[in-house]
């Protein structure tokens, strides 16, 4: 991506850098802070590949290869579980305090944010018992490093790092939001999608390290096997990618069609972005110097969501107006 990329030195890193005797943020985009969200898809699509009913309006998914389970975050209190090789099978459900808000996959499990109750809830597979955390505020992405749990906390502005239930420190400072938080190897960061920056976090030191600020309107982001984080700029329609400690932006990619929902195939290099103005998936190959079109299929409408099963290469695109769970095999 060398070619496309236009990161000018300096610029962006951690609010005060101006020489101006006026307050300057680099990182603020605009004075009317509001964060991005999906565009509003077409409102009929001839969607790829096999769609499973699913009788709700989906609001995230993962998949668990290990557990061969897909997670289903939907509008209603529960959790449904699909498998993996056979989506179309009856789905389990999972009883939870209120609709999950975010949703992110371990290694044989999930951990569902329910925003509405202040709460995480561990969900190992294939038992899918719910274990839970108790947060302050309403929690965002969360994930795990080692046997930390960190938890962002959107309305609170901060990271909790949390070992065996208990928070053993809250770290804030430049946030406005911290909505998702990823790991790439022992590095940590957090996706702020109000003031669409990314942060390094620092968790020995406890704080907020370098930021840099993503596109015009970042939504989502996953990591790849490069330790990079790849995110979706949707009101500046491309895909970015960021190294970490410090973070900075390497890579930028213009995708027309308000990407949204993103993941990766680290068995096959492919980054799967939805484009909700479209009705479309699109996979890139990410392992060269810039993104390459490998892949374009039509999904069901409003495709917010989207994850992939590495073992087979298939691709599973959600739909959160209520169409179903489209299956597709590149």
Partial sequence: MHRLVAVVSG???LAGCSQSSEPHDDLQVTDNLVAAVAAVSPSTSAPSGTVVPVAAKITGMVAVPRARTVALATDSPQLLLLNLDDPGAPARSVAMPGPVTA?????????ASVGSARQVLTVPLPAATPTTLQVQNAPGSATVQGDLTLVPLTDGKAVDVVRDGVAEKKISGSMFSADQVLT?????????????????IDLTEGKVGAGQRAGFGATNATTDRYGRVLVT???GGALLAFTTNPVMLKQRYPVPGAPYGITYDPERDLAWVTLTERNE???YHVAGGEPR???????VVQPNS???DPDSGRVLVASATGGGVQVMQP
Avoid at 103 to 111: C, H, T, W
Avoid at 186 to 191: E, I, K
């Fill in 184 to 200: 790439t190897g022992q590095n940590v960061v957090v996706l702020d999608r109000l003031r669409t920056a990314l942060f390094d």
């Fill in 306 to 308: 989207v994850t992939v």
């Fill in 11 to 13: 610029v962006a890193l």
């Fill in 281 to 283: 998936v699109v996979g």
């Fill in 293 to 299: 079109e490998t892949h374009r299929f039509a999904t």
């Fill in 233 to 235: 700029d949707t009101r």
């Fill in 103 to 111: 949703l992110s996959a371990l290694p044989d499990g999930v951990l």
